[in-house]
């Protein structure tokens, strides 16, 4: 017997139908899924993969979760059977929790050789994507969804293409960009991404992020890589919360934390495939010899930094000493979200040297650096792209720049570079 937990996807648009907010990513994953016999979606818990695919794929496909216990035994246990019971087209949610399947999802496709067959999702990437390469080689397509952005609470121009200072493109996203404003703009980094509290389902956010991060330690940390000590973990994520846009120090952050370097490399490992953080690297070629090469590190939901880091109010995270650091990280987020919700991985760099030049961002595109700044202030000053002329030495063919910031609307600084409003994204 089936269990309720697997059903035909004709029964799940139910009461939370009217919250449902759409994805940028929509067109992109249908028009992948006509072409790979099997796609998997990759994110942090609780952004709505699950909710985004059983809502897009119609009444044919049948829905099967590994959380569901005795369902997650007999794909471990009988794989076989179990393929046998749920056959394609197929959406299997959580999939990291049953790696014996692989091979049997590949010899369904090779047998059929039809695209769409399969999709899946999975929270863990740790695990899941040795199982995927070593396995499902040449026949899936991966795409990364993350908490809504911009656009995707606003529920407008989702198909627009991703961020990019060129002005043809930069020019189509001002046509919608409003004037920010700063209580607005930090409530939103405050509240974060996740669709529970962007629709209003959950209000409580101590208490959404709470329960978060203690289902994030027994599933994602404890079962999965055996860290022994929950306590110690917890502290070095509040650790690396606080360190957001920040270079990495490994030393700094085990030394805060008591525990090893060794361990600190481990955990960041940890956060980063479970996609809790993003290390940045910087740009550094030959001609580049006093760039830093050390790594940055960002959160990548503003809303779960600002929890760990105790900000209890919008207003005081905006007036405190990380307001910088989180208005740098929320635009790294949404430039990320930007490329990924559109099923596209983005080259991002930042820039750094011993002379203490610096550029936040560099988005690298056809063999073209384009400079990217981010500043909280409203008021452009030419001393903001100061940082930008560095890049001449490079040879590499240098693009139209640009300052995220708080500005009502976009403004030229010089010929080559613009003061664009953080809605932009």
Known sequence: MVSSSNIKLEFILDDKKAMYRKRSLKDVWLDASGQFPVLLLTG??????T????????TDRTYVTLDDPPTRSSANEDPALFMKRFEPPLLIDEIQYAPGLMPYIKMAVDA??????????GSQQFLMMKDVSETLAGRVGIVNLLGFSQRERAGTHLEIDPFL????????R??????????????QIWQGGFPALVSGEVTNRNLFYSSYLQTYLQRDVRDLTQVGDEAAFLKFIRACAARTAQLLNLADIARDTDVSIPTVKKWLSILQASFQIRLLQP?????????VKTPKLYFL??????????WETPETLEAGAMSGPIFETYVFSEMLKSYWHRGLEPTIWYYRDKDQKEIDFLLERNQMLYPVEVKKNATPRKEWIGSFSVLERLKMKIGHGAVVCMIEKSLPIDKNNDAVPISVF
């Open 283 to 291: 740009y550094y070629t030959n001609l580049t010899k006093r760039a």
């Open 301 to 310: 939901d503003t809303g779960l930094c600002s929890y760990l880091t105790e």
């Open 112 to 121: 059929a050789r039809k695209p769409g067959m399969f999709w899946l999702t």
């Open 51 to 58: 909710t985004f695919l059983r809502h897009i794929c119609g």
């Open 174 to 187: 001002l046509t919608f960009a409003a004037a920010p404003d700063l209580k607005a703009v930090y409530e």
């Open 165 to 172: 200072p060129d002005p043809d493109k930069l020019g189509k």
């Open 44 to 49: 942090p818990r609780q952004v709505g993969k």
